[in-house]
C-alpha cells in the first residue's frame, strides 16, 4: 500500500534557514530570533531585511532598505487603470492578485527569452523591496475605491505601517495604531511552508519569475482555510452580535458541524505562538478607541470554543477585530496579510531559487484499468 498523506500532513518537504515552528514549545523563530522578541522591539522594515538577508540590518542597511521602499510606494498609473476597469465589488483579493500580476509584466517587460524571466539573485531581491513598497498602496487604494474615495500619495516621512494607515485614511496615524499594526505585520511575516509559500515555492520551482510566484500565493491565501480566515472571523462577530448570544450560536454551530473560522492550525495543536502578543495588541486597541464589547466577544468565543472543543485560536482570531478597530473593511483583512507575508513569500522564493529542485510529486492513480475508445481500430 503506497503511504498517502493527505494535505502533505507530516511530511517534511525540504530544509529551510528563514523560520522554525516549533509546535512542541509554540515557538516561531525567524532566522533565529523569537517571533514575540522581533513584534515588540523591531521596525517592520527591520523584520523584511532579516527574512530576506539573514540578518538584522544595522543603521546604514535599514536607512538604505528604507530609502529603496519609500522611492516606490506610489500607485503606479498602468495598475490603478487595470484596477479601475474591475468592478468596485470585486474583492480586494482578486485585485490585488491582478495588480502584482501587472506590476510582472511591467517589470520583465523585454525579456523574450523564458530562461531569463527568472532574473538573477540581485534582481530578485530588488524586485522583492518593490513588491513590498508598492503593497500598502494597493491595500489601501482597494479600501478607498469600494468607498468611492480617490487615491492618497504616500509620505516619506512615515515608516511602512504609518504610511500604510495614511493612504488608507488620508489622517495622521495614532502611536497606537501604528504600533499594533507593525506588531501585526511582524506576526504575520512569516510561517515556513504553509500553504501560500509552499504555492509560491512551487512556482519558483519551475525556474518561473518570482511575480508568478506571488500571484499564486495570493491566490493561495485567499482561501478561509489559510489567510482568509482573518475576514472569516469577522463575518462571525458579525453573526454573533455580542458576548450574551455566544453559547448558544456555538450550540448551533457545533450541531451543524461548521468549522469555526480562527480556530485550530495544522501545526500548532496547543496554541499558536503569535496569539498572545497579538492579543496584546488587540487589547491596547480596545483601550484606545474604549470598545470593551470587542474584547468581551472574542474572549468570551474564544474560552467557550476552547473549553468545549479544545481547539486554540489562530493568529487571523485577535488579527479580525484589531483590523477592524483601526478602521479597515473586512475585505481588506487578507490584502493587509499580503502586505505582511510578502516578505515571507519572497524570502522563500529567493531561498529556493538558491537550491532550487523541481517541485513535482506522485500520485495514487484510482480511476478506471485501462480501456478503448469505442469504434477505435489500431491502424
Ligand atoms: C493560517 O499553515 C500555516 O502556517 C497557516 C498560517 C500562516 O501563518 O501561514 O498560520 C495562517 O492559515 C491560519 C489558519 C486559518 N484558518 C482557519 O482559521 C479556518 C478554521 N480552521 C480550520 O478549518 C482548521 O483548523 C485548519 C484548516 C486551520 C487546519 O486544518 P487541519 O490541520 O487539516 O485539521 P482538520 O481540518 O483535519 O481538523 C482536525 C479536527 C477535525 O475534527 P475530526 O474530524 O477529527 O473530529 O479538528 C476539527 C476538525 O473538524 N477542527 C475544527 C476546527 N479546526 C479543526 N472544528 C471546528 N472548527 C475549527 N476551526
Do not use: C
Not at 254 to 273: N, P, T, W
Amino acid at each position: 500500500m503506497t503511504d498517502i498523506r493527505k494535505g502533505l500532513v507530516g511530511v517534511v518537504a525540504d530544509e529551510t534557514a528563514i523560520s522554525k515552528v516549533n509546535p512542541e514549545t509554540n515557538s516561531l523563530l525567524y532566522r533565529g530570533y523569537p517571533v514575540q522578541q522581533l513584534a515588540d522591539t523591531q521596525p517592520f522594515e527591520a523584520v523584511a531585511h532579516l527574512l530576506w538577508h539573514g540578518e538584522l540590518p544595522d543603521d546604514a542597511e535599514l536607512a538604505a532598505l528604507r530609502a529603496a521602499e519609500r522611492a516606490h510606494r506610489a500607485l503606479a498609473p498602468e495598475v490603478r487603470a487595470v484596477i479601475d476597469a474591475q468592478p468596485v465589488s470585486a474583492h480586494p483579493m482578486d485585485e490585488l492578485r491582478t495588480a502584482v500580476s501587472v506590476l510582472g509584466a511591467a517589470a520583465t517587460a523585454g525579456t523574450d527569452n523564458v530562461l531569463e524571466a527568472v532574473g538573477t539573485p540581485e534582481q530578485n531581491v530588488e524586485r522583492s523591496v518593490r513588491l513590498f513598497a508598492a503593497l500598502p498602496a494597493l491595500v489601501a487604494y482597494g479600501q478607498r475605491r469600494r468607498r468611492g474615495l480617490e487615491p492618497v500619495e504616500p509620505r516619506d516621512d512615515l515608516d511602512y505601517p504609518a504610511n500604510l494607515l495614511w493612504m488608507t485614511f488620508g489622517e495622521e496615524p495614532h502611536g497606537t495604531v501604528v504600533d499594533a499594526l507593525n506588531r501585526s505585520l511582524t506576526l504575520y511575516a512569516e510561517h515556513s511552508f504553509n500553504a501560500s509559500t509552499f504555492t509560491a515555492r512551487v512556482i519558483a520551482s519551475t525556474l518561473s519569475d518570482l511575480y508568478s510566484a506571488v500571484v499564486g500565493a495570493i491566490g493561495a491565501l485567499k482561501g478561509p482555510l489559510h489567510g482568509g480566515a482573518n475576514e472569516a472571523v469577522m463575518h462571525v462577530f458579525d453573526e454573533i452580535g455580542d458576548a450574551s448570544r455566544v453559547g448558544p450560536w456555538l450550540d448551533e454551530a457545533l450541531a451543524e458541524k461548521r468549522k469555526i473560522m480562527g480556530f485550530g492550525h495544522r501545526v500548532y495543536k496547543r496554541g499558536d505562538s503569535r496569539v498572545p502578543t497579538m492579543k496584546r495588541a488587540l487589547d491596547a486597541l480596545v483601550e484606545h478607541y474604549g470598545r470593551p464589547e470587542v474584547a468581551e466577544l472574542t474572549e468570551t468565543l474564544e474560552r467557550e470554543f476552547v473549553d468545549r472543543k479544545g481547539i486554540y485560536p489562530n493568529l487571523d482570531y485577535p488579527s479580525g477585530p484589531a483590523y477592524s478597530l483601526m478602521g479597515f473593511d473586512t475585505v481588506t483583512f487578507t490584502p493587509l496579510f499580503v502586505a505582511a507575508r510578502v516578505t515571507g513569500w519572497t524570502a522563500h522564493i529567493l531561498e529556493q531559487q538558491g537550491s532550487n529542485a523541481l517541485i513535482r510529486p506522485l500520485s495514487e492513480y484510482v480511476g478506471p484499468e485501462e480501456r478503448h475508445v469505442p469504434g477505435y481500430t489500431p491502424d
